[in-house]
């Protein structure tokens, strides 16, 4: 059996009556169920030995792919190295074993934790307090937009419905605020890919909550007008929303606060390295400057001479401006432990280095591959960059092409086809963790597809073949997706 | 090179419009489908609705996005293209033949906003 090529289902593997278990014999006589609490037919689960669960399961895990296994420059998602030191922490008795309900008393240690990574957070962000609650970083922007929409209520200005969304932005920013009832207002970008700012002076009025803003953008580039937008929002009542998504290379050289950003949410799973991506649920803890600490989501913790206390609301029926609730508890612990340890590993010397260097890495990657891939925008960027494709386009192979043949050397591919402000959008992203010679590897082989486009076209237009299944058609699979075990059996009957 | 039709009517968010008397057949145009890639779907608006220049009456779904169709002309909606609900692809195949939907056009004069074949051909090139 090749393993590379395992390509089993669990249900394929069932035989009836196999067990991987067996009970010792019934001591206690029968005890049947009621007739109503009883299934009406076999559940139709698999049925296997143990050895072929295991095998099965291993099988599988060997054909993922993450950032244990090799470079990943998947641009927008910050996938930076996740220390092991984090996964241990997380992994303590004394923290695994807690209970939300415990008394109070008993859970100091785990309060501790909760505050001082506010603490942090506020501090490296510039902002006055923080919320852990949110679950994700579009659950953090969720929150950020109804902290905003509250703002404005509490003040009886019930005009304002409208958020300047960017057209570079995130496509979750213009979808968390029309969950949030808001209406989405786009404004355009310049050719240098930064918020044009005379187009965003004539969408300003009475009837703006906010904006929203990605800096870097989505582009990697730093919005070198924020003062400006900044001043132009807040004088016409706005409040300025900052995504937290590339916050990673400011990290100890800028802070949203101090640029007079109102709320942020960061992705703890991205710039605070928790795994993410299939690997681990995320976390999305939102920032608040001084005016709207009111406002922040209920259970919060706070400190008081005797102690860490949860601060709640008494009335979690009612909605109020006050109020607002985004979940049970004090957000996804075990990841914001594992975004504490981080922090205090690197601890307030190193963490500046973050930022730089992952700056230096995208700089490096950008200029080595200028020459054989179309760079649209030809600026220093940030912790990322786009290209348009290959820049010859004579041969036909595209964005998708080199994204496939990257797989067959091992890599995982960039982010394609987004932004939409180009139409082979390749985006790249090393982050900070990664070693000169690894980047060097990939330099290499970008530089080696590029030759092969020019030489041998179809064998790139025809890639992957070193993968456990070759070029999907993502056609048939937008259009007839497959989705459980029945469906695939109930297709292969009619098709037979 | 795209394919740019003349007598055609074109957007800057590059929809067509053909007009036969007071009908306007609305549709994407080459340059679109070739910028969108292979379209898995396409999502149209009810005949009768009434649709107005500027606003979105439909999205396009492609393996590498979704987009908003943007009205070129206002008008109501007397016909809708049934064959892309199953074969959205027809659009890869020929954009300019496969119209998206029909309308009955409310003021012939939001024509002269949009571009000439001439024009828009500039305009792609851009």
Excluded at chain 1, 206 to 212: E, K, L, P, R, V
Excluded at chain 1, 288 to 294: N, W
Excluded at chain 1, 322 to 351: C, D, E, W
Excluded at chain 2, 56 to 64: L, R, Y
Aim: proline share 5%; charged share 25%; with cysteine.
């Amino acid at each position: 059996m090749n393993n590379k090529l395992y390509g089993n289902l669990i249900f394929e593997l069932s035989h009836s009556g196999r067990r991987a278990y067996s009970l010792p014999e019934n001591q206690f006589g029968h005890h049947t169920l009621p007739d109503f609490c009883k299934r009406e037919k076999d559940a139709e689960l698999p049925e296997c030995d143990e050895m072929t669960v295991v095998r099965h399961y291993t099988n599988h895990s060997e054909n993922n792919f993450g950032v244990d296994n090799g470079f990943y420059p998947l641009g927008s998602c910050t996938m930076k190295y996740n220390p092991v030191i984090n996964e241990e922490v997380a992994s303590m008795a004394s923290f695994t074993d807690l209970h939300p309900h415990q008394p109070i008393e008993t859970v100091q240690g785990a309060l501790e934790v909760e505050y001082n990574i506010q603490r942090a957070l506020a501090s490296i962000t510039g902002m006055a307090d923080v919320t852990l609650n949110p679950y994700a970083g579009a659950h953090g922007e969720l929150t950020g937009l109804m902290l905003i929409a509250s703002y404005h209520q509490q003040r009886g200005d019930k005009k304002r419905t409208k958020v300047i969304v960017p057209d570079s932005a995130h496509g979750t920013n213009p979808a968390s605020a029309a969950v949030c009832g808001l209406e989405i207002v786009e404004v355009k970008s310049t050719s240098d890919g930064l918020v044009d700012v005379n187009d965003l002076r004539p969408l300003l009025g009475d009837d703006i909550a906010g904006m929203m803003m990605t800096n870097p953008n989505t582009l990697g580039l730093f919005e070198k007008d924020i003062p400006e937008i900044a001043k132009l929002i807040h004088e016409c009542g706005g409040l300025l929303y900052y995504d937290g998504a590339n916050l990673n290379p400011l990290l100890g050289a800028a802070r949203p606060g101090d640029m007079g950003f109102d709320v942020i949410h960061l992705n703890l799973h991205k710039t605070f390295s928790t795994p993410h991506g299939g690997g681990g649920p995320g976390a999305g803890p939102v920032g608040v400057c001084e005016k709207l600490i009111p406002f922040l989501p209920k259970p919060h913790v706070s400190k008081t001479k005797d102690g860490f206390v949860i601060e709640d609301s008494e009335n979690t029926e009612e909605f109020s401006t006050a109020n607002i609730r985004i979940s049970g508890y004090l957000g996804n612990f075990l990841v914001i432990l594992r975004a504490y340890t981080y922090i205090l590993t690197l601890g307030k010397k190193h963490i500046k280095e973050v930022g730089p260097f992952a700056t230096l890495s995208a700089n490096y990657i950008k200029e080595c591959l200028k020459d054989d891939y179309e760079l649209p925008i030809d600026t220093l960027c940030k912790h990322e960059f786009v290209f348009d494709g290959l820049k010859d386009k004579s041969t036909g192979v595209t964005t998708m092409d080199v994204a496939k043949r990257l797989l067959d050397y091992g890599y995982h591919a960039p982010t394609i086809y987004f932004p939409l402000l180009f139409h082979e959008a390749m985006m790249i992203e090393p982050t900070e963790t990664e070693s000169k010679d690894t980047i060097d590897g990939f330099i290499e082989v970008m530089h080696i597809i590029a030759k092969e486009a020019r030489e041998n076209p179809e064998l790139v237009k025809g890639a992957p073949y070193n993968t456990p299944i070759g070029r999907v058609d993502d056609v048939l699979a937008a259009k007839h997706p497959i989705l459980t075990y029945r469906q695939l059996i109930n297709d292969t009957e009619e098709s037979v | 090179m795209a394919k740019v039709i003349e007598g055609l009517y074109y957007s800057e968010s590059h929809e067509f419009v053909k007009v036969v008397g007071n009908i306007g057949y609305i549709g994407i145009t080459d340059y679109a489908q070739h910028a969108l890639g292979n379209v898995v779907y396409v999502d149209m608006p009810d005949v009768d609705d009434d649709i107005e220049i500027d606003d979105d009456f439909g999205a396009i779904e492609s393996v590498k996005a979704a987009s908003d169709l943007k009205a070129p002309v206002s008008g109501k909606v007397i016909e809708v293209n049934e064959n892309l609900e199953d074969e959205p692809g027809l659009l890869n195949k020929d954009a300019y033949e496969n119209w998206i939907i029909k309308v009955e056009l409310s003021d012939t004069a939001e024509l002269k906003n949009l571009m000439d074949a001439k024009a828009y051909e500039e305009f792609c090139a851009e």
